[in-house]
């Protein structure tokens, strides 16, 4: 679990949403994002989707973000698959 939370911090330095997601896991690290707060949306943001990011849980979930998550949305969040 500390390595995830490690390479978690290290892909979300340096962004904004990366700042967001930190404030947040300080004040309950088991909390999740609200879709809005993620800045979620049903569609992909070019080549980039949910299905493609290391925080998607197949089938239909986020580790970061609550509810229900399309693999062909996206988000704020989004951290490509190494």
């Known amino acids: ?3 995830l939370r490690r390479k978690l911090i290290r892909t979300l330095l340096g962004t904004a949403s990366g ?3 930190l404030r947040r896991s300080r004040a309950n690290a ?3 994002m609200t879709l809005q707060e993620a800045g979620y ?5 070019g080549i980039y989707s949910c299905g493609m990011c290391t ?3 197949a089938p239909k979930s986020c580790k970061v ?4 998550i399309s693999r062909d949305g996206w988000c704020k969040v989004f951290a490509a698959v190494d």
Do not use: R, W, Y
């Open 41 to 45: 949306q049903d569609t992909p943001s």
């Open 65 to 68: 973000v609550a509810g229900d």
């Open 19 to 21: 700042t967001l997601l």
């Open 55 to 57: 925080f998607f849980e």
């Open 1 to 3: 679990m500390d390595q």
């Open 30 to 32: 088991t909390e999740k």
